[in-house]
């Protein structure tokens, strides 16, 4: 089973900064990596799919790159209503979420 | 548009079976897939299965002896069954779209417990 490595599990920042996600895949997941927002008491919602394609309706202060076993999401200037759970998804083979990071304001 | 919709028992007592339902619309089960997953709560996103537009099912190697996936397609449903409950298996079960993963139910809260 491919491990994915989330990090950090928690973020503290101020609105306007650029943040920055990492997750590492334990192998090659050929760029089929998924980026999700969720807030409390709903579904994940999808942001970034296949590493840096921006869902639709999603602002474009989202982004993701990466390649092999390497991905970051970066959100370009924080925003109060961005405060939420992130997660990675790989599916490239037999699909594994990263553990998630938390976002709050400082 | 596409819709998928989760269904079951609030409360499960433990040892006993777990059986779920999602309903989806605005796609068909013979073209697409459908996974479960599960977050316990305060918790990450845990895969738990799938059933793949043939009709052929895989699951998470550390539930697979008790878990089964199957579906209806003339009801446009998908079906969870998991045996032998434990406390450790309360969590918000999701079904969602495979083939990007785009797509996700609300999620509905299962509780183990006596």
């Known amino acids: 089973d491919i491990q994915m490595t989330q990090s950090p599990s928690f973020l503290s920042a101020t609105v306007g900064d650029r943040v920055t996600i990492n997750c590492k895949a334990s192998?090659?997941?050929?760029?089929?990596l998924n980026w999700y927002q969720q807030k409390l008491g709903e579904a994940p919602k999808r942001l970034i799919y296949?590493?840096?394609s921006l869902q639709t309706g999603i602002p474009s202060r989202f982004s993701g790159s990466g390649s092999g076993t390497d991905y970051t999401l970066t959100i370009s200037s924080l925003q109060p209503e961005d405060v939420a759970t992130y997660f990675c998804?790989?599916?490239?083979?037999?699909?594994?979420f990263g553990a998630g990071t938390k976002l709050e304001l400082k | 548009q596409v819709q998928l919709k989760e269904s079951g028992p609030g409360l499960v007592q433990p040892s006993q079976t777990l059986s779920l339902t999602c309903t989806v619309s605005?796609?068909?089960?013979?073209?697409?897939?459908v996974h479960w997953v599960r977050q316990p709560p305060g918790k990450g996103l845990e895969w738990v299965g799938a059933?793949?537009?043939?009709?052929?099912?895989d699951y998470n190697s550390a539930l697979k002896s008790r878990l089964s996936i199957s579906r209806d397609t003339s009801k446009s449903q998908v079906f969870l069954k998991m045996n032998s409950l434990q406390t450790e298996d309360t969590a918000i079960y999701f079904c969602?779209?495979?083939?990007?993963?785009?797509?996700w139910g609300q999620g509905t809260l299962v509780t183990v417990s006596s």
């Open positions: 969602t779209r495979g083939g990007g993963f785009a797509y």
């Open positions: 605005g796609f068909s089960l013979t073209s697409n897939s």
């Open positions: 059933i793949w537009s043939g009709g052929s099912t």
């Open positions: 192998q090659n997941i050929n760029k089929y």
């Open positions: 296949n590493t840096n």
């Open positions: 998804l790989q599916h490239n083979s037999g699909p594994t």
